[in-house]
């Protein structure tokens, strides 16, 4: 059984670079990716589609920055790296 912590990882990974999202976006479909992933992967398609279901937009989506998870991401990083004293 996948831990609770592990479970969470996987829903904040990007899914195109698998790292823990860096200016996380949301897909029409609900997906969560970093922008500039996403933005690669749609600069050279006339179809744009979600790397995570494969669930296709009929014209490209405004992507905006999903600030809460931003923002919790900033705040889990303070934990990742505590001071030595």
Same mark, same amino acid.
């Given at each position: 059984m996948a831990s609770s912590s592990g479970a969470l990882n996987e829903e904040l990974q990007c899914?195109?670079?698998?790292?823990?999202?860096?200016?996380p976006v949301t897909t029409p479909c609900g997906h $969560?990716?970093?922008?500039?992933?996403? $933005?690669?992967?749609?600069? $050279?398609t006339q179809t744009c589609f979600c790397p995570f279901c494969k669930e296709t937009f009929s014209r490209r989506p405004d992507l905006k920055i999903n600030t809460t998870l931003k923002e919790w991401f900033g705040s889990q990083k303070m934990f990742e790296n505590p001071c030595i004293i």
């Open positions: 899914s195109i670079c698998l790292d823990v999202c860096t200016d $969560n990716l970093c922008r500039t992933c996403l $933005n690669k992967c749609w600069t $050279n």
